[in-house]
């Protein structure tokens, strides 16, 4: 399957991606970083995968029932018509997953294959017949156990389980799969049409919070419930994406596990939930974001695990080929351990956008952001690997450089706005040095652009967020002149690329898609310049990019015309969300975040 050829369902915890032919391919449980017990996404179906579709030939659609993440695959055959539901009820005390098989019309001819492995697809269970019910089973492996509860006989091949059924025309049949730890009680059954009802019921009456309104209105709602199933919900983290080592370029070896919180997605995606009317998922994500981060100022790491976990060591699984031959597949991710100077100035913007808001106030928030600034007074002017986490050497990268004045602008606003105590003429001092210094060395004169690092030649997508931070207006030429350098050369297909890869620069093989948020940070610029009609009609091009339910992957390759990179992506259903109330709204993003109103 093509990457846009998945759906997503989840319950806060986890996540499956369900392919459009009616495979499970990907599950990872307990948690969004556990290991995958259905891996057939990134090797074959020998490395797990559950599939229930018609015996033959079908047609097929799907679709997600209005504002849930309750997914309908439908199979047209020439003997009849049915509909796999797939949804993840809400979580209680085990990890769950549903199918509904539903006649609609005719009888149709079913097969089912469900194999397991956990860890990747590494380990064959123990497989046992279930007691309690006649057609069941349990499958154990260390601390896994997995229960499968089936409405129809189960045939044992191959260390795989089989099924052959009919469903007819108002027949229900349903198929439960639960998650429990293997030293405990096997999981108790559920009741799949019970859970049906009250999942749907939870994310319609969730729904009814979004105040999204308008055209875009529905792309919106669709990207918040995307958002909202990459939360972790014991303590409000978001996943940037729910997979790992998906290619962001096919056969490529971009490949990197995205199950992680990023800091640097703290502000874009604190000012889409709060703009959006979740004002509960803003305040829980500030929340993991000040307990992530707590301690000392040199630890600061760009990322953590869902819990606020450090230690996310980066590994290679030699077992599995990847998705269309992209290896390595890895587990973790090294640039945890990166320096990266920017996220300092996410991490005090996304606390001052929250202060502005009315978010409650944080405790430990204002002595730990102290703290944090006096630590960045020692290390601004070093390099870093920049947002972008290259692998090659470190550089002084002007966006870095940029995030770093953010950083002391938003402390200075919290003396002179919110009240707070601190150093600020000592801050102003700082915030001024570093403005001068990007100005100097991260413009090139030559080139009449900002660039992506000092002394460079090399543009970077990076730069479009200069004007939105409040550093210089769109309307200062160096900007506009930036911008439309971005346009000209940063471009494929009229999509924005990251940066002109190459070896020198980020240390891998050139190559990738065009980066789908950094293509809605242009309409942005183009907002604040004024060219709303262009800003929409990039807008409506990449809305277009969603697949047909709605999600976004990272990249996208204009050439073959399909996603790239993992799935779905918080960092561009975020963009999606910002750029829609940009457009829509008096009281935009954009502006927020600058302080300043559009030219």
């Known amino acids: 399957m093509r990457i846009e050829d998945y759906a997503l369902i989840g319950d806060c915890h986890s996540a499956a991606l369900v392919a459009r032919d009616g495979s499970i391919d990907w ?29 033959g030939e079908a047609k097929i659609a799907r679709r997600y029932r209005a504002d849930t993440l ?62 309690e019910v006649e057609n069941g089973i349990r499958a154990i492996a260390g601390p896994d156990l997995v229960v499968l509860r089936s409405p129809v006989p189960l045939q044992a091949k191959d260390f795989t389980h089989v099924a052959e059924f009919e469903v007819g025309e108002g027949e229900r049949l349903a198929f439960t799969l639960s998650h429990g730890p293997s030293h405990l009680a096997i999981p108790k059954a559920f009741n799949a049409e019970r859970a049906l009802t009250s999942t749907e019921h939870g994310w319609l009456k969730w729904c009814e919070r979004c ?90 790491q760009i990322m953590y695990g869902l819990a606020g976990e450090r230690r996310i060591p980066e590994l290679t699984l030699d077992w599995l080929p990847g998705y269309e ?38 405790v430990a928030a204002w002595a730990l952001q102290r703290k944090l600034l006096e630590h ?32 002391f602008d938003r402390a200075i606003k919290a003396v002179e706005t919110q009240g707070r105590k601190g150093p600020v003429e000592r801050w102003r001092k700082v915030r001024d040095q570093i403005h001068a210094d990007v100005c100097e060395h991260g413009f090139n004169k030559k080139r009449g652009t900002f660039v992506q690092s000092y002394e460079s030649d090399e543009l970077d997508a990076s730069l479009l967020l200069i004007p939105t931070t409040g550093f210089l ?64 009609a990039l807008f409506e091009r990449l809305c277009r990019l969603a697949n047909d339910v709605g999600l976004l992957a990272e990249e996208y390759d204009p050439k073959s015309g399909r996603q790239l990179g993992n799935f779905p992506q918080a960092f561009s259903h975020v963009a999606l969300v910002n750029t829609a109330m940009n457009l829509s709204r008096e009281s935009k993003p954009v502006e927020q975040r600058a302080d300043k109103k559009a030219a």
């Open 27 to 55: 599950l990872c449980w307990p948690r969004f970083d556990s290991g995958a017990c259905f891996a057939a996404l990134l090797g074959t179906r020998e490395h797990g995968r559950w599939k229930i579709a018609p015996a």
């Open 70 to 131: 309750i997914l309908e695959t439908e199979f047209e055959t020439a003997e009849g018509a049915v509909t796999v539901i797939d949804f993840m009820p809400t979580r209680a005390e085990h990890c769950e997953l549903a199918r509904i098989v539903v006649g609609r019309r005719g009888r149709v001819k079913m097969d089912m294959e469900f194999i397991l492995r956990f860890d990747y697809g590494a380990t064959v269970p123990w497989v046992r017949k279930l007691e």
């Open 325 to 362: 031959n992209s290896k390595p597949v890895r587990i973790g991710n090294a640039a945890a351990a990166q320096l990266q100077l920017d996220v300092y100035g996410e991490v005090m913007d996304a606390l001052h956008q929250g202060r502005k808001h009315g978010m409650p106030r944080h």
């Open 376 to 407: 960045l007074e020692t290390c601004w002017q070093d390099p870093d690997e920049g947002l972008w986490e290259v692998r090659g050497p470190r550089r002084h990268f002007t966006h870095s450089k940029v995030m770093c004045w953010v950083a």
């Open 473 to 536: 207006p769109c309307t200062d030429p160096r900007i506009r002149a930036t911008i439309e350098a971005i346009q000209r050369e940063l471009t494929q297909d009229g999509f924005v690329v990251r940066y002109r890869t190459h070896e020198s620069i980020d240390g891998l093989p050139p190559g990738e898609g065009v980066f789908l948020a950094c293509s809605f940070w242009l309409a942005d610029c183009l907002i604040l310049l004024g060219h709303r009609d262009e800003a929409r």
């Open 211 to 300: 105040t999204a309104e308008g055209e875009w209105a529905p792309f919106v709602r669709r990207s918040v419930m995307t958002l909202k199933a990459l939360t972790y919900a014991p303590t409000g983290g978001l996943v940037a994406a729910a997979t790992t080592s998906l290619p962001e370029r096919l056969g490529g070896v971009r490949n990197w596990d995205y199950r992680f919180c990023w800091l640097r997605d703290a502000t874009l995606a604190l000012l889409a939930m709060m703009n959006a009317g979740y004002f509960e998922e803003a305040v829980a994500w500030r929340d993991w974001l000040v307990r992530a981060i707590a301690g000392s100022p040199q630890q600061m």
